[in-house]
């Protein structure tokens, strides 16, 4: 163990020297999420081609040379399944990181593999085996195991060698740039989770009126402040069915707070603050309450013709070698649909027209929707059956 746990600002330093030189390393974290406001992170686990390491952030002052290192575009990050990694490095560089490279993702452009563990990706594209037992271990406690070493060792001592034989596979196929591409839009999606109207996902807020949104937004607001302070999971502040409870009955004194069943002790703590919120809600001029979301009518034949694109995908995904899951779900089907048919093709393309996914299936799942192209099956034994024909 000596030598592969690091605990100390110099050996740190010194780690962060030899990644900034050799410009590509394996990187992995663990972390405790469930009684956090973010999670914890507990172990940073690196490894180059001459050297693997953890690192202990209980330990080390300042970590900030690292996450500089994952944000800037000249060293190359190879991950599996990073999307806590990207909003770490959001969280502590303040950016996304530039060049960043996940395997998992890569695989799901190769094979119709995806999501695959790390378990399964290192067994199917190098043949070794590795360890799962620690996978509920608690990564906060203090001494390590040597047993906790080795796993999250593990965890990083295969990235290198998978990246490379994703990287000869994908050029052959022409997709190298398809993995960039996607790489990079992930970032986008797991650095918007945290922005823009996020108490429009409470649940059920679709069904309120524009008042009891006002409501929703000032309860949430304050819940995010309460759960940073205490650095709590905002949930156990004050669930998403009290909010929108409070929000619907609307309480008029400070008692009528509390009668809901569910509140507990906190929250009658916290009743003078909940009861401070509705009442800021309820002074709001109409015009500065929330506006309902301007999500388009759903037409009942919307999703019929969803499910026809979607037979007409994974017919393409199998000619492909592609995983279905990693070019489109039945939401991206619909978006398509409706922007296609309804909504005449006004503002930004869906994601299935954009990008590598329209060499895959956007000119024909568009001319399926149009009447250009009539599906066959053309043989049942083959693992593209289909046959997309011109019509006459």
Known sequence: ????????????????????????????????????????????????????????????????????????????????????????????????????????????????????????????????????????????????????IDYALEDVEHLLRIWEEQQKALTKLGRLQWAWDEFERRNGVYAAEDEGERWRKVSGVHRLSRREMAIVRELFDWRDEQAQQRDKPPRTILRDDLITDLARRKPRSLPDVTTTRGMRSGHRRDAEDLFACVQRAMALPDDECPKKSSNHRAEPQEDVLAKLLGIALADRCSEFGLSQSIVGSMSDLQDLVRWHAFKGRTGSPPLLLQGWRAEVCGNVLTDLLDGRVSIRVADYQQEAPLCFEPVE
């Open 1 to 148: 163990m000596p030598g592969r746990l690091i605990k100390t600002q110099s050996a740190f330093d010194t780690l962060c020297d030899h990644i900034a030189d050799t410009g590509l390393v394996a990187f992995d974290t663990e972390f405790v999420s469930e009684s956090y406001y973010r999670p914890r992170l507990c172990l940073l686990q690196f490894a180059t081609t001459e050297k693997q390491a953890i690192v202990d952030p209980f330990e080390i002052e300042c970590l900030d040379r690292w996450w500089q290192l994952f944000a800037d575009d000249e060293t190359t990050v190879v991950a599996h399944g990073a999307r806590e990694e990207v909003r770490f490095c959001l969280h502590f560089a303040q950016a996304p990181p530039r060049k960043l490279v996940d395997v998992q993702v890569a695989e799901g452009l190769l094979s119709r593999g995806f999501p695959l563990s790390y378990k399964a990706l290192v067994q199917r594209v190098i043949n070794e085996r590795v360890d799962s037992h620690e996978t509920r271990t608690d990564w906060g406690k203090r001494p390590l195991a040597k047993r906790q």
